[in-house]
């Protein structure tokens, strides 16, 4: 091996120098030696420690001043890049050594991973979490069909906080804030995804109708054929 500056190694029988590899750091020698560091000494002595990251060309002994693992990410030993904390769990500390350090998604919220900091839930959702839950969330959980979630405060943290829709509305997506009106010629009982018709014989003029038994009867002298009518079909056959 030939003599480098600090920052680069040389190999055997190598005739140039080349960049410290990511994941090791190449500091400066005794002067006094014929050579510098060589791929074996980089590969075995100077491996960049655990919570901190060594990017190509590094010429320093690391230091968590200078060389810690960025927040969101952590860093085992002599990693070449520095790994992401995976979705649902963050951290908003830097210099991490392993995924055991990313921390759970807090309740409340979701976490996509790497450097992103917790997102509120938002309405209509719920997110599971820490302290509850040993596990987090990477996305918002939508309350069903048939459920909504208005509330004014965000950041709900269970199925819980999804309320039933109520009689004389209907809910039918996943994650309904404001339940929709019943529509005439329906009715709408608590928890309906899509509303019910009124029978045959009935019709319903208004919105927001409650139970069948709202439904008109059809008026003297006119007959209702069909389901989910407004008004009567048509006069009686004399």
Request: contains cysteine; proline residues 12%.
């Amino acid at each position: 091996p030939i003599r480098c500056n600090p920052g680069t190694y040389s190999d055997v029988e190598a005739s140039s120098c080349q960049s410290c590899e990511a994941g090791y750091y190449c500091p400066p020698v005794d002067l006094n030696l014929e050579i510098g560091v060589t791929k074996y000494a980089m590969e075995n002595e100077f491996l960049c420690p655990s919570g901190l990251y060594c990017n190509t060309g590094t010429d320093i002994i690391p230091n968590l001043a200078e060389n810690a693992c960025a927040q969101g990410f952590y860093c085992p030993e002599a990693t070449p890049v520095e790994i992401p904390c995976p979705p649902t769990t963050w951290s908003n500390r830097t210099g991490l050594e392993n995924v055991d350090q990313c921390e759970v998604c807090p309740q409340g919220y979701f976490c996509i991973g790497g450097p992103a900091m917790p997102e509120i839930c938002d309405q209509g959702h719920y997110c599971p979490g820490a302290p509850d839950n040993t596990n987090g969330v990477s996305e918002e959980i939508p309350c069903p069909a048939g459920y909504y979630q208005k509330d004014p405060a965000k950041g709900r943290v269970s199925l819980d906080s999804c309320h039933e829709c109520p009689a004389g509305f209907h809910c039918p997506n996943n994650a309904t804030v404001n339940p929709v009106s019943c529509p005439e010629g329906y009715y709408c009982v608590p928890g309906l995804i899509e509303p019910l018709p009124c029978p045959p014989g009935t019709f319903g003029n208004q919105t927001e109708l409650r139970l069948q038994s709202e439904c008109h009867s059809c008026t003297g002298g006119k007959y209702c054929a069909g389901y989910a009518l407004t008004e009567p079909t048509d006069d009686c056959s004399a």
